[in-house]
């Protein structure tokens, strides 16, 4: 047997959003019925070298596939300016379950941002009303991109508009998309006016403040995927109805970990989980609902999701290099 190779352009080729969503979608309410295994995220903190590895594996059984993987992914927020490198690199392999092989072994940061993107969509399509219209984002970061990508695959987005302290930045994204939507470079203040609002920083002081949301605003807080890490200000988290991916992440290093450690967020300010939501088990937004929030902090069931549409569709295609990883045993 043949394990297949697949670079950044082969899973970004072949792991389509929107099937990339479905899947995640499924990888959500698998995790909720527990058709899934998934090992707490295990941190390699460096110090020395301003960064740290971060190692997920999961399990997924969603109905008509099941798929296995682990991702070793870091942080290191010095490389683009020392090194000319991401931010954030990742390598995954996916294995069939049944026998262990390694199917393939794949670029995880393409796959990374497609599956950031996929949840807030996921988390967007179930609390933000349907009729938002309009995008927020705090970031002008890659993830930016993909999340309107996402998006505006489960809303229809008219109007966005991007926040970042690098003008730069603001206007390279304004740029890509002024084809498409009616985007503009806007403040804090402007984007979090907007019907759905995704904030993607590594802040660690509250960045949004409470009274600049919209009435009915849904929140994707992104950036907090560390403790100490806090883009929203407590009171928008305590007045929301608060959406998590998962329990141990978001208390440990989620939006909520900061105000969770300090004792100003309880079990009874957190609605729920996302895949209960998915899954039926809780509703998601209600006619009464104002404020939502989802604190995405990324699990590795979501790169089993994404891992799969990309192996399945770089199979179909007949793309990446295939090489033998694994030896066969003597007789």
């Known amino acids: 047997m043949q394990t297949l190779l697949l670079g950044p352009d082969d899973v970004a080729e072949h792991a389509d959003l929107?099937?990339?969503?479905?899947?995640?979608?499924?990888?959500?309410?698998?995790?909720?019925?527990?058709?899934?295994?998934?090992?707490?995220?295990?941190?390699?903190?460096?110090?020395?070298?301003?960064?740290?590895?971060?190692?997920?594996?999961?399990?997924?059984?969603?109905?008509?596939?099941?798929?296995?993987?682990?991702?070793?992914?870091?942080?290191?927020?010095?490389?683009?300016?020392?090194?000319?490198?991401?931010?954030?690199?990742?390598?995954?392999?996916?294995?069939d379950p049944e026998t262990a092989f390694p199917l393939a072994v794949m670029d995880g940061t393409v796959l990374t941002r497609l599956r950031t993107g996929a949840a807030a969509a996921v988390a967007t399509d179930h609390l933000a009303v349907p009729?938002?219209?309009?995008?927020?984002?705090?970031?002008?970061?890659?993830?930016?991109?993909?999340?309107?990508?996402?998006?505006?695959?489960?809303?229809?987005?008219?109007?966005?508009?991007?926040?970042?302290?690098?003008?730069?930045?603001?206007?390279?994204?304004?740029?890509?998309?002024?084809?498409?939507?009616?985007?503009?470079?806007?403040?804090?203040e402007e984007a979090a006016r907007c019907d759905v609002l995704s904030t993607i920083t590594p802040v660690e002081s509250p960045i949004v403040d409470r009274e600049w949301l919209g009435e009915r605003t849904h929140v994707n807080a992104i950036g907090a995927d560390a403790a100490g890490k806090h883009e929203h200000a407590d009171q928008t988290l305590l007045d929301a109805k608060l959406v998590i991916d998962d329990y141990e992440q978001c208390t440990h290093s989620g939006e909520i970990n900061v105000p969770w450690s300090e004792g100003v967020l309880s079990d009874g300010d957190i609605y729920g989980e996302l895949g209960s939501v998915v899954a039926g088990e809780i509703p998601g937004r209600e006619p009464g609902d104002a404020l939502t929030v989802f604190d995405s902090t990324g699990l590795?069931?979501?790169?089993?999701?994404?891992?799969?549409?990309?192996?399945?569709?770089?199979?179909?295609?007949?793309d990446g290099l295939s090489f033998g990883l694994v030896g066969t045993e003597s007789p």
């Open 300 to 318: 590795a069931i979501q790169d089993v999701a994404a891992a799969h549409v990309a192996y399945q569709g770089a199979q179909i295609a007949g």
């Open 131 to 188: 009729e938002a219209d309009s995008l927020g984002l705090v970031g002008a970061g890659t993830q930016s991109y993909t999340q309107l990508e996402a998006i505006a695959s489960v809303r229809d987005v008219e109007t966005v508009v991007i926040a970042d302290r690098d003008a730069k930045k603001q206007q390279a994204f304004v740029d890509h998309f002024s084809d498409r939507f009616a985007v503009r470079a806007g403040s804090i």
């Open 18 to 95: 929107p099937a990339v969503i479905d899947a995640v979608s499924a990888a959500f309410a698998a995790d909720a019925r527990g058709d899934t295994i998934m090992p707490a995220k295990s941190y390699i903190d460096l110090p020395k070298y301003n960064g740290d590895f971060r190692s997920m594996p999961a399990y997924v059984h969603a109905g008509e596939w099941d798929a296995a993987a682990v991702k070793w992914v870091n942080v290191h927020p010095d490389n683009p300016a020392d090194h000319g490198l991401p931010t954030v690199l990742g390598t995954l392999i996916y294995s």
